[in-house]
């Protein structure tokens, strides 16, 4: 099962403390705001867009760190990610979080694999650092196109056991993110997978685990306009008939409750 942080969500002013670049497109923002933002792997922020009349929605954001400084990866999509990705410190944003429902938190004699891809290897490397401050280490599989696309895998090396996974082979092993899995899984005993990225990946990281006999939990990424629940614009098919929403059944849920054949098809 998930679990929804207990904190209430807050609309927090927060200032831009630092910004890098790790790879074209992409930018890493640092914020710190004005309270705490007391938020938990899985979670997300809704960012309001500054300066960019077409982008009139706040934007979902995962996080990367959260307390008194965020940290959050933004990759160039459209208007209003580039406006955020484009950010310098000193300005300021407004930003709602926690919300959502987190990834569990570790269970006794379980072992967590994580698989990532793209911007989706941000909660996970926020689940890393946290079992890494608990005295723990994961084992992540974080895959892209090519080296380039893999752009916080230094910070994932420093918190887990990183294993790369790019399709031309231009980093670690050639190949998609969830090749290794069942090996990795293989050799894991009791294990769980929490995986984060495209659609494709996630379903097949769930096929890979059910097949080892492991739990999984995927980070679903929608589209969105509020951000916990009114607008009912981020709908995901359900396993059980209906619909779960990612704001708030997820982002962080069962692989098991989702609809695979349904959402894939409906992404075609």
Not at 141 to 168: C, K, N, P, Q
Not at 229 to 243: F, S
């Amino acid at each position: 099962m998930t679990t929804p942080c207990s904190s209430a969500r807050a609309l927090a002013r927060a200032e831009v403390v630092e910004r890098r670049s790790p790879a074209p497109g992409h930018a890493v923002l640092r914020l710190r705001p004005d309270a705490p933002i007391p938020a938990r792997a899985g979670q997300f922020a809704m960012m309001r867009v500054p300066r960019e009349p077409r982008a009139f929605l706040s934007r979902p954001m995962s996080m990367m760190g959260a307390g008194e400084v965020v940290e959050i990866l933004v990759k160039e999509v459209g208007a209003g990610t580039r406006a955020l990705a484009r950010l310098v410190p000193g300005e300021r944003v407004d930003i709602l979080a926690p919300l959502g429902r987190a990834f569990p938190g570790p269970s006794p004699g379980i072992t967590d694999v994580l698989v990532g891809g793209g911007v989706g290897a941000a909660p996970l490397l926020m689940y890393a650092r946290e079992e890494a401050r608990a005295g723990r280490q994961v084992t992540f599989l974080y895959g892209g196109r090519t080296a380039a696309d893999l752009v916080i895998a230094r910070e994932a090396a420093s918190v887990s056991r990183l294993v790369t996974v790019t399709e031309d082979g231009s980093s670690g092993i050639a190949g998609i993110a969830t090749g290794p899995l069942g090996g990795v899984l293989a050799g894991a005993g009791r294990a769980r997978v929490l995986a984060c990225g495209p659609l494709r990946m996630m379903e097949a990281a769930a096929r890979a685990a059910r097949g080892a006999g492991a739990g999984c939990v995927v980070c679903l990424e929608a589209l969105m306009a509020c951000g916990f629940g009114a607008c009912l614009g981020c709908a995901v098919p359900a396993a059980a008939g209906g619909h779960l929403h990612a704001c708030s059944d997820g982002p962080a849920v069962d692989a098991d409750l989702v609809d695979w054949e349904r959402l894939l098809g409906e992404t075609r």
